[in-house]
Nanobody, 124 residues
Framework: QLQASGGGLVQAGDSLRLSCALS????????VGWFRQAPGKKREAVSC????????EYSDSAKGRVTASRDNAKNTAYLDLNSLKPEDTAVYYC???????????????????WGQGTLVTVSS
């Protein structure tokens, strides 16, 4: 089971690190996706990483402000959010798929394991 954590209430310009515990998995065989869903909006991709972080793709809204990484020894993936804006307010989800490839697209449908989200609220 995946578990995202690290969300909270922050001010515009602040940073947050979200974590995704990939318990029970051989983490280096999984691609990891980070998605977010704002109230009343569709779920959108923030970033996707392939096995062993061979490739990383960021959505246009996140480029330059987020960094995805993982610690294989801790079976944990991370999403660092910087220079947060009020429009970044959303529930953030992590997702995983064995041997995910960017050819499948950085979209929710490419991932088959999902965790509960963590709420990020950015005040102006």
């Amino acid at each position: 089971q995946l578990q995202a954590s690290g969300g909270g209430l922050v001010q515009a310009g602040d940073s947050l690190r979200l974590s995704c515990a990939l318990s029970g998995r051989t983490v280096h065989t999984y691609g990891v996706g980070w998605f977010r869903q704002a109230p009343g909006k569709k779920r959108e991709a923030v970033s996707c990483t392939t096995v062993r972080d061979e490739s990383i793709e960021y959505s246009d809204s996140a480029k330059g402000r987020v960094t995805a990484s993982r610690d294989n020894a801790k079976n944990t993936a991370y999403l660092d959010l910087n220079s947060l804006k009020p429009e970044d307010t959303a529930v953030y989800y992590c997702a995983a798929r064995t041997y995910f490839s960017l050819l499948a697209g950085c979209v929710a449908e490419s991932f088959d394991e999902w965790g509960q989200g963590t709420l990020v609220t950015v005040s102006s």
